[in-house]
């Protein structure tokens, strides 16, 4: 990730457009997310601020998440200081990725109160910090940091705010290219041959001198050592123009000066001069290894396709999509996954050992065939006979056919021996197949279910929890617990076609049941991947054209086991002729009158369409 100080500056450049915008409304959808809803001169708009350890971020959202019934402590602290307040200010630190909010508000008895936000973005050190912008103390953080975990700073309510240890790099800012030459120089000279002059300053207010190699051996090391929030990827982007000996955006335009130092600050400055006067064009593409990226500045290490972004919170929003809830929902469906991939593999073994007792069982006819022949040619046999050779008339051929018998049985006792052998070969067939048909069903259920996982949101894997248990898998892990208050319908996703007809997407079972049994109409049009586990989607709707039912039928592969296939079926009808089995799995329907479409799900496509959360 390149969430620097480059990017935050781009960040903080944008959310001036907040300053004088009222607070309407908190949310707090995740354990390390925030959600405000802006309301003011500029339109507003929702903001979003996550402290997530992996995926920190501070920008513009237009995603629509579920939030919690009962909102958390944080979420009503937060309401309490900041709901109904003004932005007054939105600054960086220095080149840090650490944001400031001010915020105005008044409280109960109407009198103004100052906070302020801050917003730490930084790895797994990640924060949200209420403070009392007067006395500089800590109301409470998103994240708490005891005197066990951090004996340099504490966030917990009470303490006085501590901004996080200084790294003493210089503000790219400050440079200029004069500057940097001298900075260039003192490090590739080596403190030990610095005059007394240079020498006097120590390694704390001279980071370039206590830096071992030289510049001119790790150019994009010592950048990233010497200057503040400045990222591996862009002091290599730095070291590539300075290779290539002109700036991003100029056709071969030569360096200034011919040395390495030289070539190198040009190079920084065409990539800091912008940056100075808030001049960003966000992009994003693969680097040299294959990995997906993103930057504040146009990159020339990027290749490939890259993509442009109008702004930073576009570029922001479409680079982590929905990383950062996957990856929650991963941690919080490991178990349910195991315990899903595990019961699949017992039914897989007992299907191959249902095959072989059918197989065994199907030799059920020739046993009552021995039989008859038996009883027909009792006259002949004796008891102590080992075998009879008989003429098989049930043979077309009137084959001779042998027959081994038990010699301390008699002939009827050995035939009754076969009818008993049939008549238990027969009745386990009729048990086999049932069988059989009952593992097929558990096979393809436990398959929907880990197919609803991969596409699962963190309210989906609840629902999910729940069917298990109501079905008898699980056990109930709130029985001694409080009743949790059940909604009245589940929330289904919900997007918008480009003729503007709503499409209903159903993300597990119950959804499904709900969308396709209860809520959509007998003549709205109903579609599903053909013969693979995958969503129900609904359009809601009798007037559409192609457009929609191409996107419908996009949404039906998409969300489903086919979606990195090509030429995915999807079948669609309407939903009068979709029928739900007595007892049958929850989630399987029977139909009929349909038509096989035939697409590639285009994720992009999917993306464009503009979607919500419907209850």
């Known amino acids: 990730m390149a969430l620097d100080g480059i990017v935050t500056r781009a960040i903080a450049a944008e959310l001036q457009a907040c300053i004088g915008q009222r607070i309407s409304k908190i949310y707090q959808p995740g354990d390390h997310d925030l959600v405000f809803t802006l309301r003011g001169a500029g339109g507003g708009g929702k903001l979003l601020l996550s402290a997530n350890p992996t995926y920190p971020r501070l920008h513009f959202t237009e995603r629509s998440t579920l939030n919690p019934p009962e909102a958390p402590m944080f979420c009503m602290l937060m309401r309490k200081h900041c709901e109904g307040g003004v932005i007054e200010a939105i600054t960086q630190v220095g080149m840090e990725r650490i944001i400031h909010i001010d915020i105005r508000q008044r409280d109960e008895l109407g009198d103004v109160s100052a906070k302020k936000i801050i917003i730490e973005l930084m790895g797994r050190h990640s924060n949200i910090i209420l403070t009392d912008a007067l006395a500089g103390t800590i109301i409470d953080g998103i994240h708490h940091v005891t005197p066990a975990i951090s004996s340099y700073r504490i966030v917990m309510p009470g303490f006085a705010y501590t901004q996080p240890p200084e790294q003493n790099k210089h503000n790219p800012l400050d440079i200029s290219r004069n500057g940097f030459l001298e900075l260039y120089n003192i490090a590739e000279t080596g403190p030990g041959e610095l005059n007394d002059e240079a020498d006097a300053g120590t390694e704390a207010e001279h980071p370039e001198k206590s830096n071992r190699k030289p510049p001119s051996q790790d150019p994009a090391a010592w950048i990233v050592n010497t200057f503040s929030g400045i990222s591996p990827q862009i002091a290599q982007e730095i070291v590539l123009r300075a290779k290539e000996g002109q700036s991003a955006g100029e056709s071969g335009a030569a360096s200034a000066d011919a040395n390495q130092a030289g070539k190198l600050a040009d190079a920084f400055e065409s990539v800091m001069a912008p940056v100075r006067e808030n001049r960003f064009d966000p992009v994003s593409g693969t680097n040299a290894k294959g990995k997906l990226v993103f930057s504040a500045v ?62 065994e069982a199907g030799d059920a006819e020739q046993y009552r065939i021995r039989g008859e022949l038996l009883f027909a040619s009792l006259h002949t046999l004796s008891k102590g006979d080992k075998e009879a050779r008989l003429i098989n008339y049930y043979d077309e051929n009137q084959a001779e056919v042998v027959i081994p018998l038990d010699p301390l049985l008699t002939p009827s006792d050995n035939a009754q021996r076969y009818f008993k052998k049939y008549n238990k070969y027969k009745n386990s067939l009729a048990v086999i197949e049932e069988q059989l048909e009952k593992t097929h069903e558990e096979i393809r259920y436990m398959e929907s279910l880990l197919q609803q996982l991969d596409h699962a949101s963190l309210n989906d894997i609840e629902e999910i929890r729940d069917e298990l248990v109501a079905g008898g898998y699980l056990r109930d892990r709130n029985k001694k617990g409080k009743k949790k208050k059940k909604p009245t319908g589940p929330t289904l996703q919900v997007f918008t076609s480009s003729e503007n007809l709503e499409i209903y ?72 002729h979709v029928r739900k089995p007595s007892g049958s799995k929850p989630g399987f329907v029977i139909y009929d009158h349909q038509r096989t479409l035939f697409v590639t799900p285009d994720e992009d496509m999917i993306k464009r369409l503009p979607s919500t959360l419907k209850s």
């Open 298 to 359: 146009p990159l020339m290490l990027l290749t490939g396709k890259t993509k442009h972004y109008d702004t930073i919170s576009r570029c922001m929003e479409d680079y982590f999509g929905d990383k950062a809830e996957r990856d929650t929902v991963k941690q919080k469906v490991s178990d349910l996954i195991r315990f899903l991939t595990n019961e699949r593999s017992k039914n897989v073994k007992k299907l191959a050992n249902l095959k072989a007792d059918l197989e």
């Open 505 to 576: 997407v159903g993300k597990n079972n119950l959804q499904n049941e709900y969308l396709t049994n209860r809520l959509a109409g007998s003549n709205d049009t109903w579609l599903h991947t053909k013969d693979i586990p995958g969503s129900h989607v609904v359009i809601r709707g009798e007037n559409f054209g192609d457009a929609t039912l191409n996107e419908a039928a996009q949404l039906a592969a998409y969300f489903s086991q086919a979606k990195q296939s090509s030429s995915v079926p999807v079948d669609c009808t309407l939903i009068r």
